[in-house]
């Protein structure tokens, strides 16, 4: 038998998402202090979840941070064909990032440096990612 769906039943409230806001962190200083919102917050979140490893800390959800450790050591070419992948997987998991594109890459001496646009509800941003081989 199918159940009969009540008009009481119905959700009566509508979802709203907030606004982005957030402490802000001054990494020079190496402290915490006033607010952050808007793209500049979103932009600091993005470097949270590109810098904290996934899986290393019991305060963050699995589904947060990214897992670059995997790639130290590695070969550049190796780097190069993983690392859009892993940046990707870690930034969509953010409801607020609706798409990761425009990859582009760049050898140093013992890195690898790779540019790309992170989609927002904010607009778009340039982001720069570093990572050691």
Known sequence: MIPYIDEDLQPD???VQQPVRTYR???EE????????????????????L?????????????????????????VPYVYSDIKRKIT?????????TDVGDFSFSPGKGKVSVKFTVATTEGDMEIEKEVRN
């Open 13 to 15: 409230f509508e979802s």
């Open 25 to 27: 962190m001054h990494l």
């Open 89 to 97: 997987d870690a930034l969509l998991r953010d409801d607020r990032i």
């Open 51 to 75: 810098n904290t490893e996934r899986y290393d800390y019991l305060i963050y959800s699995w589904n947060y941070g990214s897992e670059m450790v995997e790639l130290m050591g590695q070969p």
């Open 30 to 49: 190496k402290r915490i202090s006033g607010l952050l919102d808007g793209s500049e917050a979103m932009r600091q979140a993005i470097y949270k979840i």
